[in-house]
């Protein structure tokens, strides 16, 4: 069964920390890997990632893929409070209907 | 300007009645999407569409009824065979050859 796994479910952190946050993932005919971030309504697109190996950076936020391990992770350094927030990652598949499997999520709270 | 746009904002349903969601996109988008959120899970697919009079049953398609009559169009009916349907409805739409999807801002559906 396709599945995407997001790890920690949620983190507690102090303001300026850096966090680290987790995807892995077994499905058929991946495509690529998308990282959203979710506050108290829709989801924003973060990032998209297809190949291995390329960090892809906005800001504080940088993220990197790893293929041949079938892992994501997201790195947010020096966090404010506007940084919590739920992260989904989500891996789209080739050939598959246009559908995305989605994690959990990882719930992130950043205190001041 | 292009988005996604979701009415109601919230949604109060009485036992045994039908509820309409609407969702509307203006960003040409081919495929479109309908996901449940319950507080601490991950997005499930509801139904989705990749073109126009055609749409396919996610994984939690019971209870639900959609039609894609429009390309800008995407209504998602919650009906009275749903017997759980207080959650948050988030529909997304995107090109068909780019996985990332893009969001609406949500509708809160609650019973009475």
């Known amino acids: 069964e396709d599945k995407v796994v997001q790890s920690p479910l949620s983190l507690v952190v102090h303001e300026g920390d850096t966090v680290t946050l987790n995807c892995s993932y077994e499905?058929?005919?991946?495509?690529?890997l998308l990282w959203y971030k979710q506050e108290k309504k829709a989801p924003t697109f973060l990032f998209m990632l297809t190949s291995s190996g390329i960090e892809k950076k906005s800001g504080r936020l940088s993220s990197i893929l790893d293929k041949k391990e079938l892992f994501s992770i997201l790195n947010i350094t020096a966090t404010q409070t506007g940084d919590s927030a739920v992260y989904l990652c989500?891996?789209?598949?080739?050939?598959?209907?246009?559908?995305?499997?989605f994690g959990k999520g990882t719930r992130l709270h950043i205190l001041p | 300007d292009g988005g996604i746009t979701q009415s109601p904002k919230y949604l109060f349903r009485k036992e045994g009645q039908n509820v309409t969601l609407s969702c509307e996109q203006n960003l040409n988008h081919d495929a479109m999407y309908w996901y449940r959120q319950d507080p601490g899970q991950g997005l499930r697919l509801i139904y989705y569409?990749?073109?126009?009079?055609?749409?396919q049953k996610g994984d939690i398609a019971e209870g639900y009824s959609v039609s894609r009559e429009k390309k800008e169009s995407f209504p998602l009916t919650v009906t009275s065979a749903q017997k759980n349907p207080t959650a948050f409805y988030l529909c997304?739409?995107?090109?068909?050859?780019?996985?990332?999807?893009?969001f609406g801002p949500g509708t809160r559906l609650l019973v009475l």
């Open positions: 499905v058929t005919n991946f495509r690529s």
């Open positions: 989500a891996v789209d598949q080739l050939n598959r209907d246009d559908k995305i499997i």
């Open positions: 997304a739409s995107s090109p068909r050859t780019v996985g990332a999807q893009y």
């Open positions: 569409s990749q073109i126009v009079n055609d749409f």
